[in-house]
């Protein structure tokens, strides 16, 4: 599962690099609640440079969108390449959870936003409509990112807030079973996979990679 994420979150963690680090009092709502997107326009944006990565041959690289600023207005996305030997197309259909978010941090100041998710449910439908349905029943609603690693992760999901917790905590439910596809791998920042306990263990628990990281420095084992 893999996203196209706003801007809003690279802007929020690089004006207020104190939230990279864990903290205590600090707390952070991952989603208030999250909401299905059929696909559709955005709206109106703004977009950052984006990060230059060398890749190889046949890779592909989902880069996300960064939104920094909207309108009412519908927008149409183009994708072009200098190089003959490199494709760029623009992904169209499929469905989306918006999660909103509000960070607090230590000094009391509140900062609200939007991270955009676009579910791959061609390539991991089993984790996508696993992370979909707990979206639509609230569990999201009122957890924190428990851990934030700067250059690295940020993860949320888990109830207890430990990193050992799930949709399970207190009950029963069964994990979901590893969907891996070569079409989907670590190759840019601000994209979304499963964290876990193991092999074939994934549950509630989501992370996101590090935006502003490049490929060179991104972990291509998570």
Same mark, same amino acid.
């Given at each position: 599962?893999?996203?196209?994420?706003?801007?809003?979150?690279?802007?929020?963690?690089?004006?207020?690099?104190?939230?990279?680090?864990?903290?205590?009092?600090?707390?952070? $709502?991952?989603? =208030?609640?999250? *909401?299905?997107?059929?696909?559709?326009?955005? +709206?109106? !944006? &703004?977009?950052?440079?984006?990060?230059?990565?060398?890749?190889?041959?046949?890779? !592909? *690289?989902?880069?996300?969108?960064?939104?920094?600023?909207? #309108?009412?207005?519908?927008? #149409?996305?183009?994708?072009? $390449?200098?190089?003959?030997?490199?494709?760029? #197309? @623009?992904?169209?259909?499929?469905? %989306?959870?918006?999660?909103?978010?509000?960070?607090?941090?230590?000094?009391?100041?509140?900062?609200?936003?939007?991270? !955009?998710?676009?579910?791959? *449910?061609?390539?991991?439908?089993?984790?996508?409509?696993?992370?979909?349905? +707990?979206?639509?029943?609230?569990?999201?609603?009122?957890?924190?990112?428990?851990?934030?690693?700067?250059?690295? @992760?940020?993860?949320?999901?888990?109830? #207890?807030?430990?990193?050992?917790?799930?949709?399970? =905590?207190?009950?029963? @439910? =069964?994990?979901?079973?590893?969907?891996?596809?070569?079409?989907? &791998?670590?190759?840019? %920042?601000?994209?979304?996979?499963?964290?876990?306990?193991?092999?074939?263990?994934?549950? $509630?628990? !989501?992370?996101?990679?590090?935006?502003?990281?490049?490929?060179?420095?991104?972990?291509?084992?998570?």
């Amino acid at each position: 599962m893999l996203p196209f994420i706003s801007a809003w979150a690279k802007r929020f963690f690089t004006r207020h690099p104190e939230l990279r680090r864990r903290k205590a009092g600090w707390n952070s $709502s991952v989603c =208030s609640p999250a *909401e299905i997107l059929e696909a559709r326009s955005l +709206l109106s !944006i &703004t977009m950052h440079s984006l990060i230059t990565n060398d890749l190889p041959n046949t890779k !592909i *690289e989902y880069i996300a969108a960064n939104i920094t600023n909207t #309108t009412s207005n519908p927008v #149409t996305f183009t994708a072009s $390449s200098s190089d003959s030997n490199v494709t760029a #197309t @623009v992904l169209s259909g499929g469905r %989306s959870i918006d999660f909103n978010v509000t960070f607090t941090n230590a000094s009391k100041q509140t900062v609200t936003g939007d991270i !955009i998710v676009r579910l791959f *449910e061609d390539l991991a439908p089993n984790t996508t409509a696993h992370i979909a349905s +707990l979206a639509q029943s609230g569990f999201y609603d009122g957890l924190r990112f428990h851990r934030v690693i700067p250059g690295f @992760v940020s993860q949320g999901g888990d109830p #207890t807030g430990t990193g050992s917790g799930g949709s399970g =905590s207190g009950g029963t @439910v =069964s994990p979901i079973s590893d969907e891996f596809s070569t079409q989907l &791998t670590y190759t840019t %920042s601000g994209l979304v996979g499963m964290a876990n306990s193991g092999h074939d263990t994934n549950d $509630s628990q !989501i992370f996101f990679t590090a935006l502003g990281t490049t490929l060179a420095n991104l972990p291509q084992n998570l």
